[in-house]
Each structure stands twice: as structure tokens, then as C-alpha cells.
């Protein structure tokens, strides 16, 4: 079994970070966006804890820690807000909720 290397974890963080990329910039519906946004977050969370390892502190797992906090914050606003959009507006396509007044 090959050990995994830090090139390896910034690998994968690279990709997951360059899908959530392609994803909120090509996708127009809001709850793709948003999980593309969360996929992002989860990418550098990654980056954050391979380079923690590398180094052998607790500096990243901790900023990773204080991350994921605020992150199930942002779940619980964001999806109210696309749930208050929906309720409104009936649809969460990016497109049709340009308009901030109605």
C-alpha cells in the first residue's frame, strides 16, 4: 500500500476545489450553487489539515475546527434564505431571482 503524500491530499483538494469552481460559475440552479460553495469550503478544510499533518502542528485541525462551525451556520441561513426565495418567488433558478424588489 503506497502512503498518501501531501501532493496527493493537495491533489485531491485541488480538484474538489476546481469542481465546486466549475460549479458556481456554470450551474444556475441556487441549491447546486450553494453546494458547490460548501464543496470549496470542504477543499480548503482539506488543503488546511494536509499541510497541519506536514508540518506536525494542530494549527490547521484547529482552523479547520473554528471553519466547519461557521460552515453549519451557513447551511442553516442559506438554506432559509433559499427557502424564503422559494416561498416567495416559486423557483430557485439563479436567473429569475435577478430582481431584488417584488
Known amino acids: ?6 501532493n496527493s491530499y493537495l491533489f485531491v483538494s485541488v480538484v474538489l476545489f476546481a469542481i465546486g469552481l466549475v460549479g458556481v460559475l456554470v450551474r444556475r440552479n441556487t ?4 453546494m458547490c460553495l460548501e464543496l470549496m469550503l470542504v477543499a480548503s478544510t482539506l488543503a488546511l489539515v494536509a499541510f ?17 462551525t461557521v460552515a453549519a451556520a451557513e447551511v442553516a441561513v442559506g438554506l432559509a434564505i433559499i427557502v424564503a426565495l422559494f416561498r416567495k418567488r ?6 429569475q431571482l435577478n430582481a431584488l424588489k417584488d
Open 1 to 6: 500500500m503506497i502512503p498518501a503524500t501531501l
Open 31 to 34: 441549491l447546486i450553487v450553494f
Open 52 to 68: 497541519s499533518r506536514y508540518n506536525g502542528t494542530m494549527d490547521g485541525n484547529v482552523f479547520v475546527f473554528f471553519i466547519l
Open 90 to 95: 416559486q423557483t430557485i433558478q439563479l436567473d
